[in-house]
């Protein structure tokens, strides 16, 4: 007696399988596309998020990063020795910081220079890593710069670069490139938006030479400081402003809230959140396409599944057989994902540690993740498989050989309402009640293409969202051409004097500090404003869109300062002011205002110095100018800290957009291949079970375009009706990321725009008529003839 | 000795608010290597027969033994390797697989069976060796049909179990394939039974049981089976 040739062969029933797949390679490409582009996305953003996490941390540690960051007016150097006596702090330093014109070849250019002291010592906080060249001497006028301004300026060790400081011109003489873990993100200010490495850059100079420049003999004006392991950071704090108060505490920035920082860290957690998200949502759907073509499978399979039962296999040996389809989905999906995943994670790392600037390249191929990753997409397949495939267990071998009953025909929800009913045509009536006769599939097509339609509607709207964000913020909310500080605080009737140096238009003062707004334990650092009542420069709008004054008295705060501090209209402020010797002083809230950018506080500019500062002063102009030599002019005064053009800020945003169109531009594609597996899937698993119909439409004389555009036509149906849901679904995804995205620096209000919703529409439509072109090739081959004489059709 | 005996067997089954009796109280023994014909009408519960003595159905009431060991108190694996190692079927519509070519299908079988016979010898036996890599669409009724027999026949089961296996074919494919199947009820001893509602297959059978709405009405030795080229229907 005979028997096995070889042990290790393949068995028939999985041969059975391989063909079945290769018969079906459409759709199981379709599913395999979605998987590993969810695995491929997972393996990618987890390795490219522990990459950089993993990179970020090192860097700070090695680079010695604050836990802390103290603006001061003026505090002796001896001070911060003094600090380490404090429970909790490790470390303590102070420097000099201030900020610069740089002087350029193009008079009319904007470059401003942040001049940072450094010791160049190792244990030094916040220590640059040193790219090119060599580190400065203690005194001299030499500079490092940061690697970032040097590469956009084209600046090399060994050049010479001209700074204004005070109405005189210094030189310094660049010997080192470096790079600095305080700005991975080169940003000037919250304003910024986006870093613009030709416009602001850093250079690291000898205490020697900063305190001259700054004027602070002997003192510093930043205090930096790490904290023990087990700090109280809070406490901490209080003891350290208590310590420093006197000299004048402006600023306390955390970790946390260090520029740089903060956006790394919110970068971090986008990237996290989207690397557990799109994953999810694609094996999810993935997993729902599975469910529905093996569950239809084993219905047209009913008499096979009998036959294999007849011979001798095993319920388990037969479910086995359709779970196996999902499983090599899965699992084949899931490899090709991977690796591909690993191939991306070491680009996509590379390509976030140069736009971040790290020097740091710590790049893992964590091959735990191709486990996962395998084993998260089978696991998921499988069970998908499973459930779509339970129904191999209820057919009874005996009962398989008879033909199914056929489903008792029931009327449609629209039969019902005669009116509307009697007035659809005979093909009509077909389509409509095809789409209802299976509705789960109909549903699965419905939320798919509404899923589809949302996520178009999201990704399309990020444009206009940011653009009309913008548009709001510099043309609604701000008017103003130019906005000027000064370095030292002058007299109202002062302001004027400028008009001798400059062309202006029109122009108002203003009074911007910084102070620590409180309301019980609710703590926020803002800037308030003060302007004129009648200010040209600014139209203020309440939460309701209705336009609203700065009051005489209190002060209207931005809706970000309202939720952080749980306030509201009239409610009473404690306002901290950072200038030594101050009193508290409690203001009332007058209004609560939309601001998309910025966080900010703005009162009556009289009332301003009168409560929180000092009477008739201002800091700084807003104007509006035609003159072409405004900035060339203005570096040269000596009480000018900063000219910030709002055309320039405009400028940076709009190249930053350009990176952005590559980004939706790719969520466009993923949305659509969504959206195109759907429907072709579900497409073709209802022409495999309408087969025997078909082939009686065909006898009686349709034509096989017109049998697909009867498909065409029910996919239609449900796509319109996706499309109307997909609005409130994508504007409810577009409330919870206003909700995710809103930071201190921005508010963003996502509800798309018309515009959003036609593109989203036309993308959407294209990916479903593609799909359903794709099947008109399977319909055209289809042998309606055979289908008739098959028994198992 | 008999092989199979069935003893007051009944089956009935809900359809709707009526209750159909498909079986009612049969009972009867088959010898081992008989040919047996179980003939009737539809509707005369043949086949539910068929399927309670394949393991494949269970019946409301009595018992079936092969070998003097009870089928009938088996649970839902036992059945199985009832019907994987003791039974073969040979369907009406052949039931073979399409995405298998003729050898693949029987191998199908064969895999799980735990005596199977020589793939080769059977694909020869059933004239199948020159069409052994071809898939059904390449074959005829007559040739698929003989396909379902490789594959029932390969698995070494003691008895054959046969539902209608003409009944798609013309009538001289139908004369081939009882050829066959007499040659392995000949050549290879295995019991075969053959349901019918062809009282001309009748002729060639060892035993004959009539069945009639449920129930038999006739069950007797054929004294004199004819040779099946001999059969005319």
Request: hydrophobic share 45%; proline share 3%; glycine share 6%.
């Amino acid at each position: 007696m005979v028997t096995r040739r070889n042990k290790f062969r393949i068995h028939k029933i999985d041969t059975m399988l391989m063909r079945m797949i290769g018969h079906s390679k459409g759709q199981f490409f379709a599913v395999l596309t979605i998987i590993l582009i969810g695995i491929a996305t997972y393996t990618a953003l987890n390795m490219t998020s522990i990459n950089m996490n993993n990179t970020v941390e090192t860097y700070y540690r090695e680079n010695n990063f604050p836990d802390l960051f103290l603006q001061i007016v003026a505090v002796p150097s001896q001070e911060a020795e003094r600090l380490k006596s404090i429970e909790g702090v490790r470390e303590a330093m102070g420097r000099v910081v201030i900020d610069v014109p740089l002087v350029t070849e193009n008079e009319k250019e904007r470059v401003n220079l942040r001049l940072i002291t450094t010791t160049g010592a190792e244990t030094e906080l916040s220590r640059s890593t040193l790219i090119k060249g060599k580190m400065i001497s203690d005194s001299g006028s030499e500079a490092l710069l940061i690697e970032q301004f040097a590469n956009a300026r084209g600046i090399d060790v060994g050049d010479s670069i001209h700074i204004q400081v005070g109405g005189r011109q210094h030189t310094l003489e660049v010997t080192g490139i470096v790079a600095n873990p305080e700005y991975i993100y080169l940003m000037e200010n919250v304003q910024s938006l986006a870093p613009d490495d030709r416009k602001f850059g850093i250079c690291y100079v000898s205490e020697q030479f900063g305190r001259q420049a700054a004027g602070l003999s002997g003192s510093f004006n930043e205090i930096l400081i790490r904290y023990d392991d087990n700090a109280e950071e809070e406490a901490l704090i209080d003891e350290v402003e208590d310590a420093l108060d006197l000299y004048g505490v402006k600023q306390t920035i955390k970790q946390k809230d260090q520029l740089s920082n903060a956006i790394i860290l919110q970068e971090l957690t986008q990237l996290d959140t989207m690397a557990n998200s799109i994953p999810i949502l694609f094996l999810l759907v993935a997993g729902l396409i599975l469910m529905m073509m093996l569950s239809r499978l084993v219905k047209k399979d009913r008499i096979k599944i009998g036959v294999l039962k007849a011979i001798g296999y095993r319920n388990s040996q037969v479910l086995m057989h359709y779970v196996k389809y999902a499983l090599i989905a899965g699992f084949s999906g899931g490899s090709a994902g991977a690796i591909l995943g690993m191939a991306l994670a070491g680009g996509m790392t590379k390509l976030y540690l140069d736009f971040f600037n790290i020097p740091l390249l710590r790049i893992e191929f964590y091959y735990s993740f191709l486990l996962y990753a395998v084993l998260l997409s089978s696991v998921f397949c499988v069970l998908s498989g499973m459930i779509g495939a339970r129904g191999v267990l209820w057919i009874a071998p005996a009962d398989a050989m008879h033909s199914e009953a056929p489903k008792s025909g029931k009327r449609i929800l629209l039969e019902r309402i005669p009116f509307f009913w009697k007035r659809l045509s005979f093909s009509s009536k077909m389509v409509s009640k095809n789409i209802f006769r299976n509705k789960k599939r109909s549903l699965f097509v419905l939320a798919g293409i509404t899923l589809t339609y949302a996520m178009m509607l999201f990704t399309t709207s990020m444009p206009d969202v940011m653009n009309q964000m913008m548009n709001e913020h510099f043309r609604e909310f701000q008017k103003m051409e130019y906005n000027i500080s000064f370095r030292n605080p002058v007299h109202q009737a002062a302001a004027g004097d400028l008009e001798h140096l400059i062309k202006v238009d029109y122009m108002e003062g203003k009074l911007e500090y910084p102070f620590e707004l409180t309301n019980g334990n609710k703590k926020q650092a803002v800037s308030i404003i003060g302007l004129d009542r009648d200010t040209k420069f600014y139209t203020f709008r309440d939460v309701n869109g209705e336009k609203i004054k700065i009051p005489k008295r209190g002060m209207l705060i931005s809706e970000n300062i309202a939720n952080a501090l749980d306030v509201d209209n009239g409610d009473l402020v404690q306002v901290k002011s950072y200038i030594p010797n101050r009193e508290d002083v409690y203001i009332q809230v007058q209004g609560v205002i939309k601001q998309t950018l910025g966080i900010n506080a703005y009162m009556d500019v009289d009332t301003m110095g009168e409560t929180l500062l000092e009477k008739n002063v201002i800091n700084g102009i807003y104007a509006n100018s035609g003159d072409p030599d405004l900035y060339e002019e203005l570096i040269r005064a000596s009480n000018i800290a900063s000219v910030m053009s709002v055309a320039d800020t405009r400028a940076v945003y709009d190249q930053y957009m350009t990176m952005m169109a590559l980004s939706i531009g790719s969520m466009v594609i993923f949305s659509g291949i969504l959206g195109f597996c759907i429907v072709y899937n579900a497409t073709i698993v209802s022409l495999g079970e309408r087969e025997m119909e078909f082939s009686s439409l065909r006898v009686l004389g349709f034509s096989k375009r017109e049998i697909f555009f009867m498909i065409v036509r029910e996919n239609n149906g449900i796509m319109i009706a996706g499309l109307l849901l997909g609005v409130p679904v994508g504007n409810m995804m577009a409330d919870y990321s206003s909700a995710a995205f809103s930071t201190d620096m921005y508010t963003l209000d996502m509800s798309p725009t018309m515009n959003a919703l036609i593109m989203a529409a036309v993308y959407t439509i294209g990916f479903v008529l593609l799909a359903q072109l794709a099947t008109y090739r399977k319909i055209r081959k289809l042998d309606f003839l055979q289908a008739l004489k098959n028994r198992e059709s | 000795m008999a092989i199979l005996r069935a003893e007051h067997l009944s089956k009935s089954y809900q359809m709707g608010e009526i209750e159909v009796k498909a079986l009612r109280d049969t009972s009867f023994e088959i010898q081992e290597g008989e040919f047996v014909v179980i003939l009737g009408p539809s509707g005369s519960g043949k086949s539910t027969l068929l399927n309670i003595i394949g393991g494949m159905d269970l019946p409301t009431a009595g018992k079936v033994f092969l070998h003097e060991e009870e089928i009938t108190v088996y649970h839902e694996r036992e059945l199985t390797e009832y019907r994987r190692n003791k039974v073969g079927f040979i369907f009406q519509f052949y039931n073979i697989m399409a995405n298998l070519t003729a050898e693949e299908n029987v191998e199908l079988a064969t895999e799980i069976s735990q005596n199977p016979l020589p793939i080769d010898e059977i694909l020869e036996a059933v004239g199948l060796s020159e069409r052994r890599d071809h898939f059904p669409a390449q074959m005829s009724g007559g040739e698929q049909q003989r396909v379902s027999i490789a594959r029932a026949v390969a698995k070494n089961p003691e008895i054959l179990l046969c539902d209608e296996p003409t009944g798609a074919l013309d009538f001289q494919t139908g004369i081939t394939i009882l050829s066959l199947l007499r040659k392995v009820n000949r050549d290879m001893g295995k019991t075969v039974i053959v349901i019918t509602h062809n009282a001309d297959i009748a002729y060639m059978a060892d035993r004959v049981i009539k069945m009639r709405s449920g129930r038999i009405i006739d069950d007797h030795i054929n004294e004199n089976p004819v040779a099946v080229e001999d059969i005319k229907w």
